[in-house]
């Protein structure tokens, strides 16, 4: 069994360990409407939060995107150096050629595929102040709801001249299963939520569900909505893929945002980790946080 003082804490391993998850949780119905809305090949598409790669294969691997220039921004030097690595490795062992261009720029593809990707280390306000081409698809995933909304909305929609595809927006229920003591696992869930929401940097626990309105009151059109729920357990015990290591990471955001609240006991919350982290290793977690996805069109 894996120790808790023996946890190593990668960010870049969380990204890769939640693919399968986020694979699993995006709308099909949302996905359906992109493909039936994008623009004719090549594209242009600009990527806000964009992590390491991930949305990037993924829309490659699904015969969503062929041809296009891919703008992938993130502010985490370790995101970006990680991603100038990955993403090449990525493609070579999906059959694909890469080469880099340039430092920050590289190019993959085969017969059938032409993708050319700057990344871009920026905060994502700077990267708007900076006037970029706007794009025919604006990605932002697993991000909207770590941001002051809704002042933001209209800034990340001037970066899209057609479409923006958001996704993973967080809507307010978190749930562990089994149950160890319903009061003190809602008052966790509880709080954890209000940590979301008393960020100094933005947030909203139920971003998705207001997503809605701001869209509207920023002069987009909906074309497609639904959740993307993130439903994470085992089967016969094992989960799938590096799926314990992201559940790992899932308390490891508890703890770090909940350590020293003052309306919660620390030997209860301690214990309560304790509890959560043994039922990962025998395989027995359920965890399930509900979500949001959105086609939009400016």
Known sequence: MTSEKDMEYSFPRYLLAKQTVDDRALNRHVIDALKANLSKPPIRIIEVGA???NMLARLLSWNIIAHADYVHVDSMAENIEYAAEWIPKWATEAGMRAERVEKN?????DQRRDVRIRLERADVFDFIQSQPAPADLLIAHAFLDLLPMPESISKLLSLTKDLAWLTINFDGVTTFE??????LDERIERL???TMDTRT???DSRAGRHLF???ESAGAKILAAGASDWV??????KYPGDEAYFLHFILHFFE????GNKDLDVKAFAAWLSKRRAQIERGELVYIAHQMDFLAKV
């Open 51 to 53: 992590g390491m790669g």
């Open 105 to 109: 720029l590289i190019r993959v593809f």
């Open 178 to 183: 089994p149950t160890i003591a319903p009061a």
């Open 192 to 194: 954890y939520h209000e």
């Open 201 to 203: 940097t933005g947030g």
């Open 213 to 215: 309105s701001h869209l």
């Open 232 to 237: 994470v357990h085992s089967v016969d015990g």
């Open 256 to 259: 770090e945002s909940l350590t």
